[in-house]
C-alpha cells in the first residue's frame, strides 16, 4: 500500500512557519508516511522566497525539512509529462484555467500514483482530474489540508 503524501508549496511554508503543522507532518512521517516534493515545488518555493524579507530563515527552514524528513523528491519522467499535458489540454474547471503551476503539481503526484495531496489551496481541494485522465489509468489522489489530515490519519 502507497503511503506516500505530497506537500504543496503552501503546505512547505505552514510547516516551517507554524509549529503545529510541523508537527502533524512529523506524526505522520513517524507512522511510516514518506513525504513527497516535487521538483517544480522546490523551484517555486525559491522562487517566492527571493524577495521575501525573511529568505534566508526560510531556506534554513527548507533544509531543515529535507534534514528531517528525507522526502521523495520527484524528478520528471514520460508519464509525468503525460499527466500534466492532460491535465492542462483537457481541464474544464474555470477555476483552474491559467493555475498551470498547481495542475504541474497535481500531475506529478499523479504520474507518481501518490494517494494524499497535502494543500490549503481551496481549488485544488475541489478539483475533479479530466475524465480523459481516469481512462488513461491515473487515480486522483486526495486533496485534504493539514486539519484534515490531523482528523483522518493520526
Known sequence: MNRQVFLDTCILFSVI??????QVIQHLHNLNHPVCLSLPILGEFTSEINSHPN??????GLFDIVDT????????????????????????????????TD?????????????????TDKHLT?????????????KQPRMIDVSAVKREYL
Open 103 to 119: 495542475l504541474v503539481h497535481l500531475g506529478y503526484a499523479m504520474a507518481y500514483e501518490v494517494p494524499v495531496f497535502l494543500t
Open 69 to 100: 524528513f528525507d522526502p521523495i523528491v520527484m524528478v520528471p519522467n514520460s508519464r509525468v509529462s503525460y499527466a500534466c499535458y492532460l491535465l492542462c489540454k483537457f481541464n474544464e474547471d474555470a477555476r483552474m484555467k491559467s493555475q498551470y
Open 55 to 60: 529568505r534566508e530563515q526560510l531556506m534554513r
Open 126 to 138: 475541489h478539483y475533479r482530474i479530466p475524465q480523459k485522465m481516469i481512462e488513461k489509468g491515473y
Open 17 to 22: 512557519e507554524n509549529p503545529h503543522d510541523r
